[in-house]
């Protein structure tokens, strides 16, 4: 999953896991909008514009604490309102964009992050939003290019996200060296970003490096809940080192906590 640096909420749409076939990604870390539960207080002497730009923020946060109560429809009513009163406002695109992707509607959700990355060139959450995004939906080497503007943010709270994510990014396309540097860059930024821990894991695991992998598969399973294709990893690395009983046990795992998911053979 895709680390979602989605700077609108404080909140997650999926915990960090492995892979870029679904970003999660990690933690909401910008300061564009600050929700609350307060009504922004307008005060006579307040220009017209001061007063307009208060009242898209207030729509801005109850939009964000709609989504958070996954109150969709109300918060698509809301963002979509602050977004016809400032057109230009990056926030409402980001907050749409979330939106959109926790309804499903995956291309009106890239359409928007994209958007927001246009508005905002210089901010690492949204050009790392539109790179999650594009990595997830099959253009991968284009998203390291927003992924490089992001890290170059000198603004940006949580350069790890970006970090991660290029990281994961670049192994789908095959470029393993440049892999390894963005992860192990965001592993030494924050140690339990549970994304690059995955794909470390599955860096190592491709280059032959078995108990390597297994030490980033254990890191990873200490850090975050456990997903199916970290399990399906931990089972794959096992089976390489040749411990059938662990990798059974990981197997048994991922039927008992993902009875969904159908495991592979070990080491497939």
């Not at 929700?35 to 307008?42: A, F, I, T």
């Not at 809940?225 to 080192?241: F, K, T």
Request: charged share 25%; hydrophobic share 40%; net charge positive.
């Amino acid at each position: 999953m895709r680390l979602l640096d989605v700077a609108v909420l404080a909140f997650l749409l999926a915990g960090a896991t492995s892979g870029c076939s679904r970003l999660t990604f990690v933690k909401p870390s910008s300061k564009m909008i600050r929700v609350s539960e307060q009504k922004s207080e307008y005060s006579v002497a307040d220009s017209a514009a001061t007063k307009q730009r208060l009242k898209v923020q207030d729509r801005l946060a109850l939009a964000s604490q709609r989504l958070r109560s996954g109150d969709l429809v109300t918060a698509e009513r809301e963002a979509k309102a602050a977004l016809k009163a400032e057109p230009g406002s990056a926030d409402a695109y980001s907050l749409l964009a979330v939106i959109m992707d926790s309804q499903g509607k995956t291309a009106e959700a890239g359409g928007y992050y994209k958007r927001a990355a246009e508005l905002a060139p210089a901010n690492g959450g949204a050009l790392n939003n539109y790179g999650a995004w594009l990595c997830t939906n099959g253009a991968p080497a284009e998203a390291l290019v927003w992924f490089d503007r992001a890290i170059k943010d000198p603004r940006y709270a949580t350069p790890a996200s970006a970090l991660a994510n290029a990281g994961g990014c670049a192994l789908k396309v095959g470029q393993y060296q440049r892999a390894e540097r963005d992860l192990r860059s965001a592993l030494a930024l924050d140690p339990s970003n549970g994304y690059a821990l995955a794909s470390m894991a599955q860096s190592e695991y491709h280059a032959g490096r078995y108990f390597e992998a297994r030490a980033f598969t254990e890191r990873r399973l200490a850090a975050a809940p456990a997903n199916p294709a970290v399990l399906q990893l931990a089972s794959d690395v096992e089976e390489r080192l040749g411990d059938k009983a662990a990798a059974s046990r990981y197997v048994q795992r991922l039927r008992a906590e993902f009875p969904d998911s159908v495991p592979r053979t070990p080491g497939k």
